[in-house]
């Protein structure tokens, strides 16, 4: 069998290196327009930071497992194709701001009718709006090939961080199909046999093409609504001196609400949290339902507040006045493990920040300097370690809960500080009993 990805991005790069590493019988080809990208995936220097991805790659990488910018030579070998390019939010026209774009995956989709002669499998590895299968059959459709292939959904439920982990042994695999038909059900075996080289067939969901779509959106909804509700809920704790792990804790022995994402934070960023609740708010007023969206927006409202909380939080302590204050930032990835900035709360915080005249230097191990500056602004200074940006500031502000935060000796980062030195942890990692004792001014979220 040969598979094609179209798409060699944080989901696209690492699914298939688990493909080719699960499967030695299968030949794995992925593709991008991207030339950098791609010359990255054949080197040394892997375009992202994934724990465990570079030895699966450097392991299969010219035996079953291929990057290439030949897309259209691998779309007409494949026997499978998986698209798994960027639907983000829509930036112009109608739906600005909230509907998914899908020029990519139209892009795509015209792509693989002008070259393919023979049958193919189509599947959405991309999370999209609920019927969009339905948009790439009518774009097949167009080229009178419709009958050509058939179309899957299998979304993708990887965490970055944790992606190969996930890939290895994912809660479940979810794919999309058309049962009602022979082709469909055989286009559904295939699937299904691919990822049953590793993953138990009970761990294996098949349903309807448009159960499969939404389900994506809907798990990263319930997911963000968990971490806005327990955020919103830091609030309440500051207000009456209950602490929100404490909190947390209590609730989440409690069998039907899980322990899992109910940890307090500066708010959630990362590629898909946002965008995919926005691109669900949309579908439900596109299909008038009002009410409904207004319920999944306040998700993204009480992450808007959450970032503002935090931010009034520390000028307020340092006495309503940042002008010509250093405050040191250490993480600005979205979550730690990663080196993805996309919606990190970070951006939002060091922007504000900047806006009141605070010099900011950020400390983060994975990120590139050229990407905070371009984020925020010329003006944030860069550090290379965690000791050289806290050295002379006001604040630090715990923004990332990289492992590496917890380990610093902060007693020693307390001497090299202005006095008073206030700390924040947007991540509650730290002691703050700890870092009271050798002096601080030490803060953390739904703490009193
Ligand atoms: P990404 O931006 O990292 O990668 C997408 C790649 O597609 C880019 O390299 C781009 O050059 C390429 N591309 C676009 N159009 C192309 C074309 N016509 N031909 C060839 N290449 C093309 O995006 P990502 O983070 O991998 O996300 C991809 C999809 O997966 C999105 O729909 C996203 O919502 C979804 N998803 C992402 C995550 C995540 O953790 N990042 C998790 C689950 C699902
Ligand atoms: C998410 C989904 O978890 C994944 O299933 C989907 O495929 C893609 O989107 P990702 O964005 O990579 O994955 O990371 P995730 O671990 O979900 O974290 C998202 C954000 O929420 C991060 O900023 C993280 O720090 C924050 N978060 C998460 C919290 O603030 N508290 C929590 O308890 C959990």
């Known amino acids: 069998m040969k598979i094609c990805c179209i798409g060699a991005g944080y989901v696209g790069g690492p699914t298939m290196a688990m493909i080719a590493e699960k499967c030695h019988d299968i030949d794995v080809a992925v593709v991008d327009l991207n030339e950098q990208r791609i010359a990255a995936w054949n080197s040394p220097n892997l375009p992202i930071y994934e724990p465990g991805l570079q030895e699966i790659v450097e392991e299969r990488r010219d035996k079953n497992l291929f990057f290439s910018t030949e897309v259209k030579k691998y779309i007409k070998d494949a026997d499978v194709i998986f698209i798994s390019v960027g639907t983000p939010t829509k930036s112009y026209g109608i739906g600005a701001g909230q509907a998914a774009e899908l020029g990519y995956v139209e892009g795509c989709a015209r792509m693989i009718a002008e070259v393919c002669e023979g049958p193919k499998i189509v599947i959405e590895k991309s999370t999209v709006p609920v019927r969009t299968a339905e948009v790439i059959q009518n774009v097949f459709d167009g080229y009178e090939k419709g009958d050509l292939f058939e179309i899957l959904s299998n979304p993708e439920f990887l965490a970055e961080g944790t992606a190969i982990s996930d890939l290895e042994n994912p809660d479940r695999v979810l794919i999309g199909g058309d049962s009602t038909t022979e082709a469909g059900k055989k286009a559904l075996e295939t699937v299904v046999g691919i990822y049953n080289n590793w993953v138990p067939r009970e761990n294996i969901i098949t349903t309807n093409v448009w159960s499969s779509e939404l389900s994506k959106l809907v798990a990263n909804a319930f997911l963000a609504q968990r971490v806005s509700s327990i955020n919103a809920i830091s609030a309440v704790c500051e207000a009456s001196g209950a602490d929100v792990d404490e909190v947390a804790n209590a609730i989440g022995k409690d069998s039907r609400i899980g322990p899992k994402f109910l940890k307090s934070s500066v708010g959630f960023g990362g590629s898909c949290f946002q965008k995919d609740i926005l691109n669900l708010v949309y579908l439900c007023e596109h299909f008038g339902l009002a009410d409904v969206a207004e319920y999944w927006r306040q998700v993204i409202k009480i992450n808007e507040y959450q970032r503002k909380r935090f931010t009034r939080k520390v000028i307020h302590s340092l006495y309503n006045t940042l002008q010509g204050k250093r405050i040191a930032v250490l993480g600005f990835a979205f979550k730690k493990d990663t080196d993805d900035t996309r919606e990190s709360a970070a951006i939002y915080i060091c922007r504000d920040l900047v806006e009141e005249g605070a010099d900011i230097v950020v400390y983060d191990p994975q990120v590139d300097a050229e990407e905070i500056k371009g984020l925020t602004s010329e003006k944030v200074e860069v550090a290379s370690s965690a000791a050289e940006a806290v050295a002379g500031a006001h ?50 979220i739904g703490k009193a």
């Open 395 to 444: 604040a630090v502000l715990v923004l990332t809960e990289w492992d590496e935060f917890k380990e610093l000796d902060y007693a020693a980062l307390y001497a090299s500080m202005v006095k008073p030195a206030h700390i924040f942890d947007g991540r509650n990692i730290l002691d703050l009993a700890e870092l009271e004792k050798i002096g601080f001014n030490a803060f953390g």
